[in-house]
């Protein structure tokens, strides 16, 4: 058994024990993949398990295909032989517990499979909302968590400096993500943590352009936003090259994005909230002239998800504790000219303002 694992689940579901206590609940029902996996350690097909916890007892609902794997990867939590999206699974374990009042993720569940829990309890008891309360656990990050994103973020540093060498006119955008993809394998990730953008010339001015077929040619600016999966974990980053001179201008927003994130950087204050963060880098651009074309939010929290947890955006009120992992992303977009963004995953912790992703060089570079 690994001892770190059960300890690790066993101190996030009892974290999650006390929402059921403040609820007055006798159990919940957790589906999702991710919440599945935070909870449980459950590293299978999201939806191929389900989880009852009660205030004394833990169950993990799976079928044969993972019996062997949920027993390694699940030391905390008691096998139920059984399809996960079977409603009568439940049902016996409500039963056998006399369970009547049970919490369900209100967020994440399909409508069918909520009325098919509701079909099961009395019919004057409805199911509880949880609303956020497992996203929110899920938000401050323990050791094992920042370790296996530390590690996610060293992966995409690493397979981007061996990708950069593809980077040039002729090669397609497609070429590239291609390469990074199979250097992020190749360097232990398990996969992309999303669908790689490569965005190219006046394709640059969509922030979010996934690669595709189109040509890379020379005077272009490449933006290449990525991440690398590692124990279920997300990294996140983004940079910006030049193959061959860019126009004056793409050259020009290069210095006011990469002086608005290492302003917001320099910025960041322990607890200080999200909105006050994006408004350092958001003043900044707008000082430069650019203020228009920066349209997205600052950052984001990244997880298990790629997008989860303290938002980083104009409105956020997000506090940007300790442990809690976030992405600063400031970006400039002109239609028809292009486009530059540059990303850093951070975390503050144990006193220290880490960015995550510091192997990669941010100076403006021509390839
Ligand atoms: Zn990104
Ligand atoms: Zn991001």
Same mark, same amino acid.
């Given at each position: ?13 009892? &974290? ?13 029902? /957790? ?16 939806? #191929? ?21 949920? *027993? ?55 199911? +509880? ?10 938000? =401050? ?13 060293? =992966? ?13 006119? *002729?090669? &397609?955008? !497609? ?21 790689? =953008?490569? &965005? ?8 979010? *352009? ?8 020379? *005077?272009? !600016? +490449? ?6 999966? @590692?124990?279920?974990?997300?990294? %996140? ?40 963060? #994006? ?13 228009? @074309? ?39 977009? =002109?239609?028809?000219?292009?486009? /530059? ?8 912790? %144990? ?11 941010? &100076?403006?570079?021509? !390839?």
């Amino acid at each position: 058994m690994d001892n770190a694992i059960y300890a690790a689940t066993e101190r996030r579901t009892q &974290a999650f024990r006390r929402v059921i206590e403040e609820k007055k609940l006798d159990a919940a029902f /957790v589906c999702s993949g991710p919440n599945v996996r935070y909870l449980s350690g459950f590293a299978g097909t999201p939806g #191929d398990a389900a989880l009852f916890i009660t205030p004394d007892k833990a169950f993990i609902i799976t079928d044969s295909r993972y019996t062997i794997q949920a *027993g390694e990867q699940c030391p905390y939590y008691t096998l139920v032989s059984g399809n996960a999206t079977d409603i009568n699974m439940v049902k016996g374990l409500l039963t056998r517990g006399g369970a009547t009042v049970v919490g369900f993720e209100n967020l994440n569940i399909s409508y069918d499979r909520y009325t098919r829990l509701c079909s099961i309890l009395d019919a004057d008891n409805t199911p +509880v909302r949880l609303d956020n309360s497992i996203e929110n656990l899920r938000n =401050i990050k323990d050791r094992i968590e920042l370790d296996n994103i530390r590690r996610a973020c060293k =992966i995409a540093c690493k397979a981007l400096s061996e990708t950069v060498p593809y980077i040039v006119p *002729g090669a &397609a955008e !497609l070429d590239v993500a291609t390469e990074l993809e199979y250097r992020m394998k190749k360097n232990g990730a398990s996969g992309p943590s999303f669908d790689t =953008i490569v &965005a190219s010339g006046v394709r640059g001015a969509l922030p979010h *352009g996934l690669a595709s077929e189109k040509i890379i040619k020379n *005077g272009e !600016l +490449v933006t290449i936003d990525f991440g690398a999966l @590692y124990n279920g974990y997300c990294s %996140d980053m983004t940079r910006t090259f030049a193959v061959g001179e860019p126009d004056k201008e793409l050259l020009k927003i290069y210095n006011i994005v990469l002086g608005a994130q290492l302003t917001a950087l320099d910025a960041y204050k322990p607890d200080m909230l999200g909105r006050a963060l #994006d408004q350092v880098a958001r003043d900044y651009i707008a000082e430069a002239g650019y203020g228009k @074309y920066f349209g997205h939010g600052l950052g984001h929290g990244v997880g298990l998800e790629i997008h989860e947890g303290v938002g980083v955006g104009a409105h956020s009120v997000s506090v940007l504790a300790e442990n809690t992992v976030f992405s600063v992303e400031p970006g400039i977009y =002109i239609e028809n000219l292009g486009g /530059v963004r540059i990303e850093d995953l951070v975390t503050y912790s %144990d006193g220290v303002f880490e960015i995550l992703t510091s192997d990669s060089p941010k &100076a403006f570079a021509v !390839l």
